[in-house]
């Protein structure tokens, strides 16, 4: 039994110790999905999160606005990425991918939002190219007006669900002003003309991954969301509210890990006694819970912040998911060398951890990003 005991914590109410309850209960019943087709896997897992309604709080509800519930995202996605990764990233795409649209979207784009929230459309952002990952001022697409369209030129890749999305959150150059000042959001269904999959990436955690080309994309001037210029400030708005549920998800996965090597190390006899009693074993043990409640600490302080109403939460998102992903990546590699050979063979649970963590470093923002990034804010406090 997975430890609850965090629930009782300050950050929240009877509606997230609910809301963990019942989509355990659904979790057990219905993960892991058989992953040999991720296109069909992840199509299979929207529908139903989507039928099942654990999709709702990823975007906006626009029968009943308000904002987004960082905490239950987080929850979610903990409780999830604990019994299926790919069931973590199916619902995580769902809000990444219509972030936008929630936070800036005029009434009409929104009108994906009811489709998205019940798994009967599917979502992504694409953000990332070729030459800039980490370095989005050094965006190259090209969003060109002409007349009452803009045409989009160029290339998105690394785009999580590119390939299988309904529709697209695009992030090209308007050129208002030089760098990230001159950049634009739209957005781009998954039909359009002229939009094509130049390439299906493979990754050492399997899910759809695609390189999309953009050849002269037509757009109607309505495409646009937000103001022209305003693409970085949405792309990292989307992110502030995003980011911290990374950190959950590698959360979930570190607790997992935990969870597994408790069990090994309960049952597994070394030198005529269960590998509990050995000291060296129980000081893994210590490390690894350790970091997954300092995890936890800084991810629901983040979940928190930005739920009471905090404008930005660039510092706590930032410590939390570079801390959660670090530190989650340590307890799965200590809980693969407490399972010994197991831990290492294909198909094993935490062999399937250790492959699944590594991204989460590197996406939204790589490790080495968050520290610049919590450094600038700490220097520009001081
Ligand atoms: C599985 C997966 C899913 C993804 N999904 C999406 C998606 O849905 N949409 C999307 O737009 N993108 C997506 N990405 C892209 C992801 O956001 C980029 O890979 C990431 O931003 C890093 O960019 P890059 O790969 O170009 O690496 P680079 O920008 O070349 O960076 C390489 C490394 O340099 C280091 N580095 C970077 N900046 C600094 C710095 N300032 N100081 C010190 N070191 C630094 C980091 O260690 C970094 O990992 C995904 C990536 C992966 C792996």
């Known amino acids: 039994m997975p430890d609850r005991s965090f629930l ?83 619902f995580a795409m769902q809000g990444l991918g219509t972030g936008a649209l929630s936070l800036f979207g005029t009434p009409e784009q929104q009108e994906w939002l009811s489709r998205t929230r019940a798994g009967k459309a599917i979502s992504a952002f694409a953000l990332s ?19 009452d369209s803009f045409v989009l030129t160029g290339e998105k890749t690394w785009i999580s669900n590119g390939g299988i999305a309904d529709l697209y959150v695009v992030f090209a150059r308007t050129g208002e002003a030089p760098g990230a000042k001159g950049l634009s959001a739209f957005l781009v269904p998954g039909d359009a003309k002229g939009l094509g999959i130049a390439e299906r990436l493979e990754v050492i955690a399997p899910h759809p991954l695609a390189r999309l080309s953009f050849e002269r994309v037509r757009l109607p001037a309505t495409a646009l969301i937000g103001r022209p210029g305003d693409g970085f400030r949405i792309a990292m708005s989307v992110l502030d509210v995003f980011r911290s549920t990374v950190g959950a998800a590698a959360l979930g996965f570190a607790r997992r890990a935990l969870d597994e090597s408790i069990k090994r190390v309960a049952e597994r006899k070394l030198f005529g006694a269960p590998m509990a009693e050995l000291q060296m074993v129980q000081g ?77 470093r590197i996406y939204e923002g790589a490790s080495d990003v968050q520290k610049v990034v919590i450094a600038r804010q700490v220097m520009g406090a001081a």
């Open 129 to 147: 190219e070729p030459r800039s990952g980490s370095d989005v001022a050094n965006t190259e697409m090209t969003a060109t007006r002409d007349g």
């Open 284 to 360: 893994h043990i210590a490390d690894m819970a350790l970091d997954v409640d300092a995890a936890a600490l800084l991810v629901y302080r983040a979940a928190w912040t930005k739920d009471m109403g905090a404008a930005r939460v660039t510092r706590e998102a930032a410590m939390a998911k570079l801390f959660a992903t670090d530190k989650a990546q340590e307890v799965i590699d200590k809980a693969v060398q407490l399972h010994g050979g197991d831990g290492v063979r294909k198909g094993h649970i935490v062999e399937s951890l250790y492959r699944e963590i590594r991204a989460l």
């Open 8 to 90: 009782s914590w300050p950050f929240f109410e009877d509606r997230h110790r609910e809301l963990a309850e019942h989509l355990e209960a659904w979790c057990t019943t219905n993960l892991p999905v058989d992953h040999h087709d991720v296109d069909a896997a992840c199509r299979e897992l929207v529908t139903k999160l989507g039928q099942d309604g654990w999709l709702k709080p990823t975007a906006l509800d626009t029968d009943n606005p308000g904002p987004l519930d960082v905490r239950t995202l987080c929850i979610t996605r903990e409780t999830l990425a604990r019994h299926d990764g790919l069931a973590d990233f199916a």
